[in-house]
């Protein structure tokens, strides 16, 4: 776990930080900071470790590598929670470094060469703002769900892109110091979408570098925030999101952005269909009809509609007593 550069890197110069977030981490989070602290660098680099006043013993496990790396690693310890996207925000905002790695504490990286490559991408063309790369999808068990993700090519990306969806996986981001102070107010009321909001915002001044390499483990965790709620949560997430970004986007990619939220009514509507909330579904197919523009989706969207109000119909004739159940 002994690293040189690590150790002997002064505590004044970080090229890069890692902020690493934590709450109730207790059982990843040796993981996650073993994996830093193999990383090969010819640079100093500090690790950030944030808080949100756990209530197990994440922040012993912190402060123990702390003490053995003292010139690297900063344990913040919050007195209460803040949430997690004001966890993320602050924790960022204690980053010295040049670039920010985004690091949770259940995630892991696999590649010692990963914090290098990235910086030198970044230092290469001042015009890239975020670099990414792939990652593998493992389960608490071990067993690989997907060997890689995102499923797109690698390349530069932009607003087009990002707003399309997010195909940028935490573990694997490094970003520019400083965007993260361009997000708007209602980033600390989306929580669990914690990523994506700073993903736009990059993008709004710059490009998104996928790389073509697998370096990091993205732990499908039992009990996520995220990950392990399944479908239907995700798209209510998604469309949450498109209804907040427009109020960040230029006037041209506005348009874009409301198609996109009118895809994920689409979806949520059939998964509440699905599972018989009949009402919902309507109003979520409304939603998806009422894009920008008729031309947006009008095919799906009017499908969508239409066999939302019929099944809603359905219901409430199949509800009905008949003759012979009336007293």
Known sequence: MTNPDLNSAPRSTPLVSVAITTYNSSNYLS????????????FPIEIVIGDDCSTDSTVSVA????????????????????????????????????????????DYWTDPEKLAIQAETLESD????VCCHYVQWVTSDGVVERKKFPTI????????????????????VMFRNGIHRGLPSWYFDIAPTTDWPLHVVAALSGDIVLLDRIMADYMLTPGS????????????????????????????WQRRARAEQGRRYESLSYWLRKQGDFRPSREAAFKAFSSPSLLDNWGS?????????????????????TADQKP
């Open 31 to 42: 993981r996650s900071l073993d994996s830093v602290l193999k990383q090969r660098t010819n």
């Open 63 to 106: 402060r123990a590598y702390q003490q053995q790396h003292p010139d690297v690693i900063q344990v913040i310890a919050r007195s209460k929670n803040l949430g997690m996207c004001r966890n993320y925000y602050e924790t960022f905002e204690q980053c010295r470094g040049r670039y920010i790695a985004w690091l949770d504490a259940d």
């Open 126 to 129: 001042s015009s890239i703002k």
């Open 153 to 172: 090519a690698p390349g530069r990306y932009g607003l087009s892109e990002i707003i399309h969806h997010n195909f940028l996986p935490s573990p694997s």
């Open 225 to 252: 925030s995220y990950m392990s709620k399944g479908s239907l949560f995700w798209y209510k997430n998604d469309a949450r999101f498109y209804e907040h970004i427009v109020s960040v986007l230029p006037a041209k």
């Open 301 to 321: 969207k009017t499908k969508t509609l239409l066999a939302a109000l019929v099944r809603e119909t359905e219901s409430k004739f199949q509800r009905q007593p």
